[in-house]
């Protein structure tokens, strides 16, 4: 968009003295006379090229004059950008991969689904989004990364803002194959989910990409009985870090207790409940059950509820002089106005003292 510097754009009303110009080259034409003896000569010279361009001093010299007018009133080219900062959340999905998260006591659409099923299932709308306006609404804007565990843990995706690639990896996740790798080892995947997080905080995969928090859902349907770090270990190095644990308990064994602990018989849970608890509570997290595939449906959308990243758009208007600022127009390439009438000045002024030499 051009416009013109206010209050500068009144000074376009001196256009028509840029006629002057030409009104006193074609006066000084009316008066300009040529004596020579021998008209024939003339005559039989015919008309040359200088003489059919003896109006382009003129007008060069009043496309200058207009161009310093335009040029005086201050043209503005305005470029209006906007930049969007997002402060987006980190977040580690740490998932059960126990040989016990084949059993199927899930039930989905009237038949029985395996417990890592459908936690893939509902995990990868957490990721992309649902339809409707009940369901989760995606993570478009946060960086997330996957960790599994069984035996041992493994960082299966680094965080990443391609949800895609989290996708794919959730969908070829399978539970642990034999008795050697099966185990639960919740410490060593949190701790392994944390030190993602924080190697993120450290290095930031996007500059324009700002962390404004970070976040471990875990997953489990037990109770931690391998590897090499307790899971209040891994909760201690994750409130350094200021990441917030939210844990799941997933299977029949936390349904039990949840409806043990409903009847009033169940005190502060089993002995996995407590340790998911007090990981929960200590980085400033919350622990769910989920009893069923809907309930933990609810769970991920309480979370989703709780963690939303904030993106700010910022618009910048700037401001081209175009009088002494060159421009591209229509993809050409203009130079300043200044500049083009020095060039017409100086093409005027050779012509006239060359071959355009007028007559007075």
Known sequence: MIGFHQPSGWLL?????????????SSVRRRAQVAHPIVMAMEEAGTSIPARLRHLPAVLRTLAMVLLVVAIARPLKAN???????????????????????NDDFVVGG?????????KRIVEDFVVGTNGA???????????GLVTFAKHADSVCPPTLDQGH?????????????RAEDGTAIGDGVALGVERLRELIERPVDPSHRIRSTVLVLLT????????????????????????????GAGNAFARAQRSRVSGAGGRGTPAERTLRDMAEKTGGRFFVATNASSLVDIYKEIDRLERTETEQRRYRLEKDL???????????????????FGLLLAEGVLSLTRIRPLT
């Open 166 to 178: 989290v996708v794919q990896a959730l969908r070829q996740l399978r539970v642990a194959n034999t």
């Open 80 to 102: 209006e950008q906007s930049r969007v900062t997002v402060e987006g959340i980190a977040i580690e999905l740490v998932l059960d991969r126990s040989i016990s998260m084949g």
């Open 134 to 144: 009940d369901g989760l609404r995606g993570r478009p804007d946060d960086l997330i």
């Open 323 to 341: 009088a002494v600022e060159g421009t591209t127009l229509g993809g050409v390439a203009v130079p300043a106005l200044l500049t083009m009438v």
């Open 111 to 119: 038949r029985p689904i395996d417990r890592l099923g459908v936690v």
């Open 221 to 248: 349907d037990g109770e931690n009985n391998a590897g090499d770090i307790d899971p209040a270990t891994a909760a201690e190095l994750a409130q350094t870090y200021g990441i917030r644990i939210y844990a799941i």
């Open 13 to 25: 009303l001196l256009l028509p003295l840029a006629g002057l110009a030409w009104w006193r080259w």
